[in-house]
């Protein structure tokens, strides 16, 4: 027992780190922890959704996972220019939570490597969700994210591009939504002057 305590008390630290996407209300940013157990739940729901041939028990230990590492390197967007450094931080806290004795904690290397490498279906699909999430969140809280970051529809249709191969019919949606955020002024075209 002192084994898994020490483990989840470690793993507890993630409810301390914030993300740079609001809840759908706006009340607050989201941490960590809330968006690992939105995503599994998400991994259930497009699971059903679109009927995939996934394990989807391996699916969200991949969700629940992904991001334990920002307990150590905390979080950084994806629009966020000094990214250099965020592998080799993550990697490093990944390692430090493996070697606690609790024995789950030796899955988490090849579950966190299985993720970042983006090798099997049930990584692509968690990856998908993973963007989709705060993509949602932006939508509802009318680019909330995007605007305090200033960020531009071009940036948002880069850092989607990669949907289009695990599932073009999210993909298309998406980019019908990124048209709508930019007519609504959510987010601007790149041609555009800003003030």
């Not at 968006?35 to 497009?46: C, D, G, T």
Request: glycine share 2%.
């Amino acid at each position: 027992m002192d084994d898994l305590y020490e483990f989840l008390i470690e793993l507890d630290k993630l409810k301390a780190v914030y993300r740079r996407t609001y809840l759908f209300d706006k009340s607050r940013h989201e941490n960590s922890a809330e968006h690992s157990w939105h995503l599994a739940i998400a991994v259930l729901s497009v699971q059903q959704k679109f009927a995939l041939k996934i394990d989807t028990l391996h699916a969200m230990k991949l969700a629940l996972v992904h991001d334990i590492c920002e307990i150590d390197a905390g979080d950084l967007s994806v629009f966020d220019t000094n990214r250099q450094n965020k592998y080799a931080d993550e990697k490093k806290c990944i390692e430090r939570l493996a070697a606690l004795p609790e024995s789950f904690a030796k899955e988490l290397i090849p579950l966190w490597n299985e993720y970042e490498d983006q090798m099997t279906i049930e990584s692509r699909w968690v990856k998908v969700l993973d963007r989709l999430l705060p993509f949602f969140s932006n939508l509802r809280t009318e680019g909330a994210t995007w605007k305090d970051m200033d960020v531009s529809a071009e940036q948002v249709r880069d850092v989607m591009a990669f949907i289009a191969k695990t599932s073009p019919e999210i993909h298309v949606w998406m980019q019908t939504k990124i048209d709508d955020a930019v007519n609504a002024g959510w987010l601007y075209e790149k041609n555009q002057i800003t003030e």
